[in-house]
């Protein structure tokens, strides 16, 4: 039931291309009220279909970069249109984003692994969170606050601008996200207007721990 009312398409036609929109895995309303139905209708219905349509535009006028999985363009969207490195950066954020979500009931907890390497790092889970929370209300602007492993198998909170992450070749902390955040105000500001800081403060009650740990554990294994 879930699925069915969140695979309903977006009003618009899609633009034909490589790229495609995927469902939402749960309701629009899942993550009430944390983040509202509306908003999450208009963040995956408006504003990624538009990165995607966007893609899939940039794509089509430029044949070097036909062919190119969305991991390939953000690995060299440094010498790529501008057009790519917005909308490659912002569908590849999305798509990652709505994975790091889960409805009451399926959202688990930092596994113990994870939590050991965080505490390396941090102290123990609060500290990082309040780092994490940090490095979303201190970007300037929109953005993105990140959970990453760094290419020394270290876990490293970082931030980007707009669409940017940390998979792509122009990135100032370069990893494999494992947990990401949105601060663009779209995510956020139906419910909490300017507040960016309540919204990232209350966004860990929806965070999916089952797939953060997942995506720990790959990133740990290509190190070895």
């Not at 790229?19 to 908003?39: C, M, N």
Request: hydrophobic residues 45%; without cysteine; neutral net charge.
């Amino acid at each position: 039931m879930a699925m069915a009312q969140a695979a309903a398409a977006p009003a618009a036609t899609p633009v034909a291309g490589p790229f495609k929109l995927a469902p939402l895995p749960y309701a629009f309303d899942a993550l009430a009220p944390v983040i509202d139905k509306e908003t999450m209708e208009i963040h995956w219905g408006k504003h990624h279909q538009a990165y995607v349509d966007n893609l899939n535009k940039a794509v089509s006028a430029d044949p070097a970069l036909q062919g190119k999985s969305l991991e390939a363009l953000l690995a060299q969207v440094s010498t790529a249109p501008k057009a790519v490195r917005d909308n490659a950066g912002g569908h590849w954020n999305h798509s990652f984003f709505w994975t790091l979500m889960a409805p009451e009931g399926q959202r688990g907890a930092p596994s113990a692994r994870l939590t050991r390497a965080i505490e390396a790092q941090w102290g123990s889970v609060d500290k990082f969170k309040a780092a994490f929370q940090q490095a979303g209300t201190s970007q300037f602007g929109s953005g993105w606050a990140w959970l990453v492993v760094t290419p020394d198998g270290k876990l490293a909170v970082t931030s980007t601008p707009n669409q940017d992450n940390p998979l792509m070749d122009l990135a100032p902390v370069k990893g494999r996200p494992v947990l990401a955040n949105d601060v663009w105000e779209h995510a956020y500001y139906l419910s909490y207007r300017n507040r960016r800081g309540e919204y990232l403060a209350k966004w860990w009650d929806v965070v999916n721990w089952g797939r953060v740990n997942e995506l720990y554990d790959e990133a740990v294994a290509l190190k070895r």
